[in-house]
């Protein structure tokens, strides 16, 4: 067979073989569990929502590991083997790899289904098997009730689109005592910081109580820790009121 049949041969044979791949990846990347409260029905954000840019944070992960980012975010919301742990906005997955070898089931949640993909691939490559995939929307992580022990947004709360409706369907997936602890930066939300009074005052919105604020190492930012809104405390989408735009949030 001559050379360049043989080359197209190979290369075809490759490129379906990629493609196989993907469409595998792409079977476990779905929705988790049937829609919340409709986006309609709350208050949009009365400050900037940065843009989603990358899959994964400017600072290199190993610097971030010089920090010990995972294992101190990990120590200060007590996170234990066996939990499962959500990290909603997971991107390219820097705390659900790490978080898989501290915790039980770790459940990678984003509203880009081509960033969980590169997530699977990864986790496939380290043979991570307790890692499991969840698509949500702008307004709602999708998933199940009761099925999150804690939950972890690092790096991201200021590209949702729609906080309020999103930390109400949040809610109701995390499981009675469970922690969710948010990571960022003081900065104006529309440079990719959320300034966290006003962090305290959309939370506070929905029924979240803060716990307690840590200070982070180097420039990881800081890490709100708080609790969800019990069921019969949750209010209606209608009776949450926006927080004003503050300075800094611009």
Request: glycine share 10%; net charge positive; hydrophobic share 40%.
């Amino acid at each position: 067979m001559p050379g360049r049949q043989m080359a197209a041969l190979v290369s075809a044979a490759i490129f379906l073989a990629a493609l196989g791949a993907a469409r595998a990846y792409a079977a476990d990347i779905g929705y988790r569990a049937p829609p919340g409260v409709a986006a309609k029905e709350f208050p949009s954000p009365q400050r900037p929502v940065a843009q989603i840019v990358s899959p994964s944070r400017h600072t290199a992960e190993k610097h971030r590991d010089s920090l010990n980012e995972a294992g101190e975010i990990a120590r200060l919301l007590e996170l234990k083997p066996g939990m499962t742990v959500g990290d909603i906005g997971a991107g390219s997955g820097y705390h659900t790899v790490r978080l898989s070898h501290l915790v039980g089931p770790v459940v990678a949640q984003d509203v880009k289904r081509d960033y969980l993909i590169g997530l699977a691939k990864r986790t496939k490559r380290l043979r991570l098997t307790n890692v499991t995939f969840a698509l949500g929307e702008p307004h709602d992580p999708r998933l199940p009730d009761s099925s999150l022990d804690a939950a972890i947004l690092v790096h991201m709360y200021h590209e949702i689109a729609q906080p309020y409706a999103f930390l109400y369907n949040l809610a109701p997936a995390l499981k009675p005592g469970a922690r969710v602890g948010i990571v960022d930066i003081e900065g104006p939300t529309s440079k990719h910081g959320t300034p966290i009074e006003l962090l305290r005052c959309e939370l506070a919105a929905v029924g979240y109580r803060e716990i307690a604020t840590y200070r982070l190492a180097g420039d990881g930012g800081y890490l709100a820790v708080l609790s969800p809104p019990e069921k019969a405390d949750r209010k209606s989408p209608r009776d949450i009121v926006a927080c004003g735009d503050r300075a800094g949030t611009r």
